[in-house]
């Protein structure tokens, strides 16, 4: 049964009609580190409906002190090994007043497999953890490479505010349909991941 | 017909109640180049809202990618009754890059590509590649430009593929973010944004105009 109100379909078959002004960002799933798994992974939900799909971590907390969080993707497969080229600089400041802005080479990748690094050193203290935000564009698409970009802040283990930058694509036009995120050595003890579609 | 639960309207007059909770971020306008010169979006055109329904606007670009290899991708904008997209800008750009054979790969200012109190396109790329799989993605964000107290302060991030085999660096892709920011030098409200590469034509992509609600 449908609802129209004023001549205008409000719900019909079980649905907002498509008419009706909503936001344009779109909660699609949530995930939870508990300590019992290295990766969260995103392996469904992420299609051709959105042209932009964004991932929100908060306070990601590692179970061992002094890892570095990672993201991958899946083109194809069961494997999360996308082909990447990305650039990684990072600026810090350290309880310590210690400073930097720099571009971390042993951060980037060139054609790699690899996870890619998305902030580094994070500190295991029960207070501390990582926060940032991942946009992943036109993952379907099948002509172009897939451009993303990450920004993170992590307080590293070393008492230091680390905000780091990470761009770059995934040089496949192979479909991207999963991504997930881990750390670089032990469980991922807390925190949430949300993705969102944007329309 | 109206709904009514609970004593609350939920619905009426053919539209949700302004009371019932929906998303902060609405999308305004898509516009899909097809060897497009420019793409524009004009308060009061075309269905576009580009004033003070909202504090802050959101731009996203999604696989723009050029007619012409090797060139860079910009916007400008137009006050309020004002023409010539040519308003009075300074800004500044910075990259992060690293080519896909792992050099050259820097974090550097790009002083030659900055405008200085000057009503030139503000470049928000380094030249884009375009090859098949080649494009740029991202956003800016410009705050409150309705105001007519405050200059208007804008944050640009994109990320794209550098062309390859350009004159400047060897035959490798390469992967460039790029950080604009500055503002808009005028107290007059803005109301219209252009965007275009500086050479040849937007042959394919989509830009989208979204408004974010309850912000000043």
Do not use: W
Request: glycine letters at 10%; a negative charge; hydrophobic letters at 40%.
């Amino acid at each position: 049964m449908a609802l129209i109100s004023n001549g205008t379909t409000m719900f019909d078959a079980g649905a907002l009609d498509s008419g009706i002004t909503k936001g344009a960002m779109t909660f699609i799933s949530k995930l939870t580190g508990d300590g019992s798994t290295t990766t969260l992974t995103f392996a469904s939900g992420i299609t051709s409906t959105y042209k932009e799909y964004v991932f929100i971590f908060t306070n990601i907390h590692p179970q061992t002190d002094d890892k570095n969080f990672t993201v991958n993707f899946r083109d194809g497969g069961t494997n999360y090994d996308a082909m990447k080229t990305t650039s990684y600089f990072h600026a810090v400041h350290g309880e310590d007043d210690s400073t930097s802005l720099a571009y971390i080479t042993g951060h980037d990748t060139a054609q790699g497999t690899g996870a890619q690094i998305i902030a580094e050193g994070i500190s295991n203290d029960a207070d501390h953890g990582v926060s940032g935000i991942l946009h992943l564009y036109a993952p379907s698409s099948t002509t172009f490479v897939k451009q993303f970009m990450c920004r993170s802040q992590a307080t590293r283990h070393s008492d230091i505010a680390s905000d780091v930058h990470v761009g770059g694509y995934c040089n496949v036009t192979a479909a991207i349909t999963g991504v997930q995120f881990a750390m670089s050595s032990g469980n991922i003890d807390a925190g949430v991941i949300s993705m969102y579609g944007i329309a | 017909m109206g709904v009514i639960s609970n004593g609350t309207t939920l619905l009426d007059a053919g539209a949700l109640d302004s009371g019932v909770p929906t998303g902060k971020l609405t999308l305004i306008k898509t516009l899909t180049a097809s060897s497009s010169s420019t793409l524009s979006f004009i308060d009061g055109a075309a269905s576009v809202v580009l004033d003070d329904t909202y504090g802050v606007y959101i731009i996203k670009f999604i696989n723009v990618h050029p007619q012409t290899n090797d060139t860079q991708f910009g916007m400008q904008f137009n006050a309020a009754g004002a023409a010539d997209f040519n308003e009075t800008i300074t800004n500044t750009i910075f990259k992060s890059r690293q080519e896909e054979d792992a050099s050259p790969a820097e974090l550097a200012l790009d002083v030659g590509g900055v405008l200085s109190q000057a009503t030139g396109l503000c470049k928000i790329s380094h030249p884009v590649g375009n090859l098949a799989n080649e494009a740029l993605s991202g956003h800016v964000t410009l705050y409150n430009p309705s105001s007519t107290t405050f200059l208007k302060n804008f944050i640009s991030v994109v990320n794209h593929s550098y062309p390859s085999a350009t004159a400047d660096v060897d035959a490798n892709g390469q992967t460039m973010n790029i950080f604009t920011n500055g503002y808009i030098n005028t107290a007059s409200a803005i109301d219209e944004v252009k965007f275009q590469f500086v050479s040849g034509n937007i042959e394919s992509g989509t830009i989208q105009l979204f408004g974010l609600g309850a912000s000043a």
